[in-house]
C-alpha cells in the first residue's frame, strides 16, 4: 500500500528517488506513464499489467475511450529502480508534468503519482478548499 507524501529532487539524469516505504513494492518492476491532472503515475508492473488489459479492452469505437487508453500507454516506460532506489522519468513525462528540479512523490494506495512541486502546492490548496464539496460529491459512492 502507498500512503504519504514525500518532496524529492529530480538529479540532471531525470532521475527521482523513490521513497524508502515504497521501494518494496517496487522492487520487480514498475511503468510510469502520463497522469490525470498533469501529474505523473508509477504503477508496481503487477497493477500496470491489470490496467493495460482492462485499457485494452475499450472500444476503440469510441473517441474518449482510444484518446483516454492512448494517454495512459502510448506514454507508459517501464522503470526499474536502482540500487538508490531512484527510477528516470524520461524527458516527454517531465515535459508533460512541468517537472524540472522539485516534485512531490505521492502514495495513492495502489498507485503513486509524482508532480511537478508548485502545480502539487496549487493543485493541493484548491483540494483542501473543496473538501466540503468533494465529500459531498463523494457520498454516493459510500465516502
Not at 513525462?93 to 528540479?101: F, P, Q, S, V
Not at 522539485?102 to 511537478?116: F, H, K, M, P, S
Request: charged share 25%; glycine share 8%; proline share 3%.
Amino acid at each position: 500500500m502507498f500512503i504519504g507524501e514525500y518532496q524529492h529532487s529530480v538529479d540532471e539524469k531525470g532521475r527521482i528517488a523513490v521513497p524508502a516505504r515504497f521501494r518494496a513494492q517496487l522492487s520487480e518492476g514498475a511503468v510510469v506513464t502520463r497522469g490525470l491532472d498533469n501529474s505523473l503515475v508509477l504503477y508496481p508492473l503487477s497493477d500496470w499489467k491489470d490496467l493495460a488489459t482492462r485499457l485494452s479492452a475499450l472500444p476503440l469505437s469510441r473517441k474518449s475511450a482510444r484518446a483516454f487508453a492512448r494517454l495512459m500507454l502510448a506514454g507508459a516506460m517501464e522503470v526499474v529502480p536502482d540500487k538508490q532506489g531512484r527510477v528516470i522519468l524520461p524527458g516527454y513525462l517531465r515535459k508533460y508534468a512541468g517537472i524540472k528540479t522539485q516534485a512531490v512523490v505521492t502514495g495513492l494506495y495502489n498507485r503513486v503519482e509524482i508532480w511537478d512541486e508548485a502545480t502539487w502546492g496549487q493543485y493541493r490548496t484548491q483540494s483542501e478548499t473543496d473538501s466540503t464539496a468533494l465529500a459531498e460529491e463523494l457520498g454516493e459512492f459510500g465516502v
